[in-house]
């Protein structure tokens, strides 16, 4: 079928066609299979063992398909458009090399129950286990990683396992599942034929909650004086950011997200307290002290909200709502579990839900709030780095979708960026992925080709994956790429200056490339600040251009990131940092 | 206090790669496996494992739930919470002279243990039963020498009519 017969032809048309039952290759079915579940964007890279699938894709006019550089940039890509769109991420990778180069990208997927079907082709069957040219164990390494995974050994299996695949990564907790497809497999012809459903016995998520524990944890908002909820990427995820809404203004609860949670509560209701933990406010850490219910909904409680387990929350009562029953007690004691999806949870509490008694608490929080906001010394001979997110964030109103690479940027769009929109915080929390922040921006482009994609990074991470302006380049996909470039790896410089006692080790990046110069070698315009007034010109530009746009902020190299608690501190005991 | 002995049933598709999906989730979550055991179930196409481990309450629950999240994974008893019968079957290879050989297979009759194969200097015994028989026999034995010792785990099942599925 040949792409103009496909413009003329419904999706109905489209599909029936593409269901006929042909007797068609392994790499067609795939293909096909792929079509069938909506995929509308394939981020790979060829090689040996996936020459039959690109030979298919060749004449297979349908498919949408764009070539990296590195098979890093491909599964990040992959992982942006998953967690912009909340559809499934389709990554493609050959065998060896170009299947352990997506690990990382797995692992970073599958810690933040990111939605991904990864295939890579693999030696023919009668070669596994030979040790042969570029074979390696893909489904032993990435066990671990995901969410499950298959070896594909006989064709006739194949678009049951592409179903199951896609059934799984998509329902209950989300994660990455991939697919490896030998290279006979690839290429062996049956009749095609596609299930409609699939019916995995091991696999039953619990969607729906029990409510005699939603009924347990309305009553204990009723009797609760210092209640806070903790909402995370669970909520973002389940798009339950309506419910969440109506759940916070019927229980009047305050509210702080977590790093992955951001976005999915707007910040600038009166209620939210900004982000938690580490690097959190002021306001949100006490909040999580003093509470005396604390209701976690689709957040697991990580090390970097709890900061000291033991210290954490200590006169609260727990309830936990999230879809992973293992999440359940993981952590944290928790006197109410809720599990479930956190739309349908939400759902069923706002039909009962009455407010907190939580008058005299939300005032003290407010105060809070004013009398120790997030701040920085801002200067006006140096451009600060929070000064750079700052006015990002006012310029685009907080509407862009902003991806982040992993260091101190991050956390300075996650205390400065004001988030409006769900889905608008990409950023890999879970594995800390340096080298995540521009090249999942280019799957958040093409999933959203009509918004604004800023990804922000530090000038370590950039050197990552810059290899990836050339697709924005090449495929003109408009992302904003912003260096926050202190010529240092600024977090660890801010770890050795705070806790190893000024012993710089190794962070040193000067001698990095000139950034503008390496933006204008791959044919992306490159534009730098070095003070406040040239940020806001470069800025300006930036926003007016039409196309890829690197910005490189040369910022002061000394700055700390503030709120701190250190390892091994309770998550009250902060380090406040700068003033005014 | 060192954490109780727990023995957990579970039901698995039995599909290439299953035992080092179960395997692989108690090493990288810090589960101690003591013993293993894996067969064909009742059913066609299912396996079931028996699994020794050691923790507390919490510790077992988490190794349930996570249990749970593998794909493969139908079904997870917590045999040790219910009435179980749980069996090991062990091969001794015994140094057995012919002066010491009728105190051995003394022991053997008292712990209606098997003897299986006889050279002149050894016998092979078969004992069969739970761990601390086996246990207890093998501290019997071991002044006459044990020359090689191989212990199958335990395979452990729910008495009564309730079934582990």
């Known amino acids: 079928m040949s792409i103009q017969e496909r413009a003329v032809m419904s999706k109905e048309e489209i599909r029936s066609k593409l269901l006929q039952p042909d007797v068609i290759s392994g790499s067609e079915i795939l293909l096909r299979s792929l079509l069938l579940e909506g995929t509308e964007c394939i981020f790979g890279y060829p090689g040996g063992a996936v020459l039959n699938i690109y030979d298919a894709m060749y004449s297979f006019a349908n498919i949408r398909h764009i070539l990296t550089r590195h098979e890093q940039g491909a599964i990040h890509a992959a992982d942006g458009y998953a967690r912009s769109t909340g559809k499934v991420g389709v990554c493609l990778a050959t065998s060896g090399p170009g299947a352990t180069n997506v690990v990382t990208g797995i692992a970073t997927a599958y810690m933040d129950s990111v939605p991904l079907v990864v295939i890579t082709g693999n030696v023919a069957t009668s070669f596994i286990g030979t040790d042969a040219f570029q074979e390696a164990d893909i489904t032993g390494i990435t066990m671990p990683i995901t969410k499950h995974n298959y070896l594909v050994r006989n064709v006739e299996d194949l678009p049951r396992v592409i179903k199951e695949a896609f059934m799984i990564a998509s329902t209950g907790r989300k994660g990455p599942v991939l697919i490896d497809i030998p290279k006979d497999v690839s290429a062996h012809k049956i009749a095609f034929h596609y299930p409609d459903s699939v019916h995995v016995r091991g696999y039953q998520p619990t969607v729906k909650p029990n409510n005699l524990q939603v009924q347990k944890m309305i009553q204990a908002i009723k009797e609760a004086e210092r209640p806070v909820i903790l909402s995370g990427g669970g909520v973002v995820y389940a798009d339950a950011q309506n419910e969440l809404m109506e759940f916070v203004e019927k229980t009047q609860i305050p509210i702080t997200t977590t790093l992955l949670g951001l976005s999915g509560f707007p910040s600038s209701h009166p209620l939210w307290m900004g982000m938690p933990g580490m690097h959190g406010t002021y306001s949100a850490n006490m909040a999580l002290q003093n509470c005396d219910l604390l209701i976690g909904i689709g957040a697991r409680f990580d090390d970097r909200v709890t900061m000291k387990l033991s210290g954490f929350a200590p006169k609260a009562k727990i309830v936990h709502i999230d879809v992973d029953p293992a999440e359940i007690g993981k952590n944290v004691k928790t006197a109410i579990p809720c599990v479930g999806d956190v739309k349908m949870v939400l759902k069923q509490a706002n039909e009962t839900a009455q407010p907190a008694k939580s008058k005299a608490w939300i005032e003290e929080i407010a105060r809070n709030k004013q009398e120790f906001p997030l701040r920085f010394k801002d200067s006006d001979d140096e451009l600060k780095p929070q000064y750079v997110i700052d006015m990002i964030s006012e310029t685009t109103k907080g509407d862009a979708i902003v991806t982040t690479d992993v260091g101190q940027h991050q956390m300075w769009v996650a205390q400065f960026y004001k988030f409006t929109k769900p889905r608008s915080m990409i950023t890999s929390g879970g594995l800390g992925t340096m080298g995540f922040g521009f090249p999942s921006a280019i799957g958040v482009q093409v999933a959203h080709p009509d918004r604004l994609v800023i990804s922000v990074n530090g000038d370590g991470g950039m050197q990552m994956c810059s290899q990836e302006l050339a697709i924005c380049a090449i495929h003109n996909i408009p992302v904003k790429i912003v260096v926050i470039n202190n010529q240092v790896l600024g977090m660890v410089r801010q770890w050795q200056e705070i806790i190893y006692d000024n012993r710089y080790s190794f962070i040193d990046l000067a001698g990095s490339p000139d950034f503008v110069k390496l933006a204008e070698a791959y044919g992306v315009k490159g534009l730098r600040a070095t003070n406040k007034e040239e940020a806001q010109k470069v800025w300006k530009e930036a926003l007016e251009f039409n196309g890829p746009v690197l910005i490189d902020f040369q910022v002061r190299k000394d700055e700390n990131v503030f709120p701190m608690v250190t390892a091994g501190s309770a998550i009250h005991e902060m380090i406040l940092g700068d003033d005014e | ?165």
């Open chain 2, 1 to 165: 206090m060192t954490n109780p002995k727990q023995t957990i049933s579970v039901l698995v598709n039995n599909q290439p790669g299953v035992l080092q999906r179960v395997a692989g989730l108690f090493g990288r979550r810090g589960y101690n496996i003591e013993s293993i055991t894996v067969g064909e179930s009742e059913e066609h196409g299912l396996s079931r494992m028996v699994i020794e481990t050691t923790g507390d309450h919490n510790t077992l629950e988490q190794i349930q739930k996570q249990l749970y999240k593998l794909i493969d994974v139908i079904k997870v008893i917590d045999l040790g919470s219910q009435a179980m019968v749980g069996r090991e079957l062990a091969l001794i290879k015994v140094n057995a002279e012919p002066t010491t050989r009728p105190e051995i297979i003394g022991i053997v009759e008292t712990f209606r243990a098997a003897i299986v194969d006889i050279s002149p200097t050894t016998l092979i015994v078969q004992v069969v039963g739970d761990s601390d028989k086996i246990d207890a026999m093998v501290e019997l034995f071991r002044p006459y020498g044990i020359r090689e010792l191989t212990r199958t785990g335990v395979t452990a099942m729910v008495r009564g009519m309730s079934v582990g599925k």
